[in-house]
């Protein structure tokens, strides 16, 4: 019993995730400005996953006060997948507003800088590959997903830099646009942050050991 109900959990974080990575999946068909991109579908999936995080850390809380002893990895299980499944709502929370200044672009006829669809296409595939390791609990990933966030910051910088090297000297509805940006990449790098924190979160699961050893330990495996 206590088995099928750590699984059934884990199946509830897993369904948290999938809705994320629909919703990342969204925002960077929005940020290209692909046909039949729903800004609705993603506010719509917001509630859904406001909803299933509450549950989940209900759910937890129920587990911990059964009398039953948990395993150790159980324990991590349950409290690493609180953790992660608030990350999981904040990449959501911050698609969400990226959603929102892609559809203004649109609606405005606005160029989308071209890193900020860039970005978001690496979110997805991190998001991906942090749910894989989650089902799979293959620590190996991480290293990966660690590097696939440098390559987001690398874009971060790169479009920041160029955002304002001449804000100053624009004229206001210009430098109003860049500002909205700005405003994206900062999320869009946020929810890079977030996937590689819940990878890391997802590695302590799986193996009892913090990432400052993440190296060493996964050159080992």
Known sequence: MKAEAVTLFKEDVLALGQLVSRTVAETARMLRKEKG??????????K??????QQIEENCFELLMEKDIFAAKDIRLLLGSTIIAAKF??????????????SWAREDKID????LSLMADSIHKMV?????SFVTEQAEKVAEILHRDSEIDYLDAVLSKRLLSNLGDQEQEKAQISAQFLF??????????????VAKRIYFISTGKRLKS???EIASN
């Open 37 to 46: 991109t729903d800004l609705g579908l993603i506010e719509e999936q917001e």
């Open 48 to 53: 859904s996953i406001n909803r299933l995080y």
């Open 89 to 102: 709502e904040r990449i959501a929370d911050h698609a969400n507003r990226v959603a929102k200044i892609a």
């Open 112 to 115: 989308l800088p071209p890193e």
């Open 128 to 132: 991906q590959d942090v749910l894989f």
């Open 184 to 197: 994206c990449t900062r999320y869009l790098e946020r929810m890079g942050d977030l996937t590689k924190s």
């Open 214 to 216: 993440v190296n060493s």
